[in-house]
């Protein structure tokens, strides 16, 4: 093996899983405050405004269409692009944003790119003939490719921007949604889809003294040029004379920092957990590479990285970057195995040899021994998500930017004039809030939108004790509507692999309903228990790994029983989950549906 060069024999597994447990342990018993946040809409309500732009002042509408999809990012144009294909003639995305793009629209902070390859992670790559410039793009690339599908697909011609949804009624007397919105708008879909991303609200922590700070502040999804000067691309000028101070050190934090070091007069990094960075490689398309590609090979290429995170290890590994190592190390030690070691053991001592380089790696690159020490990682490389840099770390050794270790805990105060952390205040003029986005509030809360089904009941009714679906896609009660995301779904590090599956197979069904004539469709009670059932039997499987793991969103803050449990992917796995589907539409029969039922037929008034 060589990407990782230190071994097991050469580490101290059980002082590293020590170490593993006190580091969560501290994270998970901290003062309960710590693991709160604050609602944007206390008092932050600007953070949700779009300073990229409006729609133009319409009329509001009171048409009807085939199907109305929610959210115009890479899930939204993805479904649309399948409705159309599938020939459904009246689709509508409606998105609150002033054009399509999703978390590609919101997320411009400096530095912004992919860090899955691009290759398997834009969409619809043949279908539109687009080939991305390198191999892990920048944001607005990508912001370009969400609008090269909606030209491609025709999908502007009925679609509504700075436009929010506040009701989703359904009408069991006609089996229609009943769609309202912020503009006035009360129309009719025969079928919903809600592809309104795990990952679209602004997160704030509950920090003491967050309402007090005097200087200016905003989040990393709402980036303020206006204040910051510069581009995505170009130095931020306006923060030549600032004092610079940056919360969290997530994903987002990881590509912002070069930038923000770049050209901050000081920038300050608060710190509760570090990330995984390894090293990011990145590198322009070979178009040799390009045109020697036979069709199918997004497909293929997806599958193969996908499956790489799954049991069935494939013999070989397509796209071998940072996101596969783990796998590639499998590969290798199962070909070299002579205790004859089972890939589980082999797995956890390739994520302990992993690690280990990573944090390796640190301590040659970041020059103060302390701060290179607190940058160092003590969880499983999947316990958060993975980030690769080849600037970040090396930020830290700039005399203008400084690292603050929160051990754990996180910062105590905010102040009129800053930051405080144990006695030390650290003076800014500028406090960015890279502190990511709400995944554990109720569905309706995140989409801003209430959901009325069957009988007038709630989603949030329905799903108080967590989610309950058949296929992660449909709930009883809820007909003719579908939900696109991982929760009780195949989930893949590249997710617009699952989305893309998710997409196909929603547009079957609507284009199956139409041909059959069926008005309503809801998945059947002993169905939906049956999934939901399946999702927390099997989530039992991880319990071990996730209780282990240093709290985040990726897996619930720590948490793996109730509700979290509920929460959880199909856990046997993304490659299982999508033969699942694909089975379920070539039989065709509907399996687990309810077609054109009484239930469907019931309204508010009916059940009274
Ligand atoms: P995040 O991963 O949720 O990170 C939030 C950060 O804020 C964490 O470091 C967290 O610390 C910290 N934090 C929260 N409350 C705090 C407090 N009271 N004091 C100090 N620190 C606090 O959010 P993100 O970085 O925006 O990333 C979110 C997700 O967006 C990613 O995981 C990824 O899925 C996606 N993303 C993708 C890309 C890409 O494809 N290139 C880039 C960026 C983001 P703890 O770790 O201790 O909780």
């Not at 070909?335 to 992993?354: R, W």
């Not at 997710?495 to 069926?518: N, R, T, W, Y």
Request: with cysteine; glycine share 8%.
């Amino acid at each position: 093996m060589t990407d990782l060069p230190a071994t097991t024999a050469a580490l101290d597994i059980d002082k590293t899983r020590a170490r593993y447990q006190t580091e969560r342990d501290k994270r998970s018993v901290s003062d309960t405050r710590q693991r709160q946040y604050r609602d944007v809409e206390q008092g932050f309500a600007h953070m949700l405004d779009d300073p990229y732009g409006s729609a133009p002042p319409r009329e509001p509408l009171t048409d009807e269409v085939d199907v109305l999809v929610v959210g115009s990012g890479f899930g939204g144009m993805m479904v649309a692009a399948r409705l159309r294909e599938a020939g459904v003639a009246k689709v509508r995305i409606v998105d609150v944003a002033s054009d399509v793009g999703g978390t590609w629209y919101w997320n411009r902070y400096p530095g912004a790119a992919c860090d899955v390859e691009s290759y398997i992670y834009f969409p619809l790559l043949e279908e539109t003939g687009y080939m991305p410039v390198e191999r892990y793009s920048k944001a607005a690339e990508i912001r370009a490719h969400t609008k090269r599908i909606a030209e491609r697909y025709d999908l502007y011609r009925d679609a509504l921007f700075s436009t929010q949804v506040k009701t989703l009624d359904w009408d069991g007397g006609t089996a229609r949604w009943t769609v309202q919105t912020d503009r006035g708008d009360v129309m009719s879909a025969r079928f919903v889809v809600l592809t309104t991303g795990p990952l679209n609200r602004p997160k704030l922590p509950e920090i003491p003294g967050i309402d007090e700070f005097a200087g200016h502040s905003f989040h990393t999804s709402r980036w303020d040029y206006a204040y910051t000067g510069g581009s995505a691309t170009e130095p931020l000028v306006g923060l030549g004379d600032k004092r610079v101070g940056l919360i969290g050190t997530g994903a987002t934090s990881v590509q912002c920092v070069p930038p923000l070091a770049a050209s901050a007069e000081h920038l300050t990094v608060f710190q509760r957990t570090p990330s995984s960075v390894d090293a990011r490689d990145n590198s322009l398309t070979d178009p040799a590479w390009a045109a020697s590609l036979q069709p199918g090979w997004q497909q293929r290429r997806m599958e193969n990285f996908t499956a790489q995170f799954t049991a069935a290890l494939p013999p070989h590994d397509d796209v071998a970057d940072g996101w596969t190592v783990l796998a590639r190390a499998v590969r290798e030690k199962l070909a070299d195995n002579p205790h004859g070691l089972d890939p589980g053991t082999l797995l956890e001592q390739a994520d302990f040899e992993k690690m280990a380089q990573i944090r390796e790696r640190i301590g040659r690159i970041v020059e103060d021994p302390a701060t290179a020490d607190a940058l160092k990682p003590w969880f499983s490389l999947y316990c958060k998500r993975p980030c690769f840099s080849d600037l970040y770390l090396q930020a830290f050794n700039r005399p203008n930017v400084s690292l603050v270790e929160t051990a754990g805990y996180g910062i105590d105060r905010i102040t009129p004039g800053g930051v405080i952390v144990g006695d030390v205040e650290y003076p800014l003029d500028c406090l960015i809030f890279a502190t990511g986005f709400e995944t554990s509030t109720s569905y309706e809360k995140r989409s801003s939108m209430t959901i009325s089904g069957v009988s007038g009941q709630s989603l949030n009714e329905k799903w108080a004790d967590g989610m309950s679906t058949l296929h992660g896609m449909h709930t009883r009660g809820f007909p003719n509507l579908f939900v696109i995301g991982p929760a009780q779904a195949g989930m893949s590090p590249n997710f617009p692999h699952m989305l893309s599956e998710q997409s196909l197979h929603i547009a079957h069904i609507v284009a199956d309903c139409a041909a059959k004539g069926i008005g309503a469709i809801e998945p059947t009670e002993e169905a939906e228990g049956n999934w939901v059932e399946t999702i927390v039997r099997m989530a039992e499987g991880r319990r071990k790994f996730i209780e282990a793991c240093t709290p985040g969103y990726y897996n619930n803050e720590g948490r793996a029983t109730g509700a979290a449990a509920r929460g959880s992917p199909f856990a046997a796995g993304p490659i299982e989950f999508v033969k699942l589907l694909r089975s379920w539409r070539e039989v065709g029969d509907f399996a687990g549906m309810e077609l054109d039922g009484e239930h469907a037929r019931r309204t508010r008034e009916t059940a009274l």
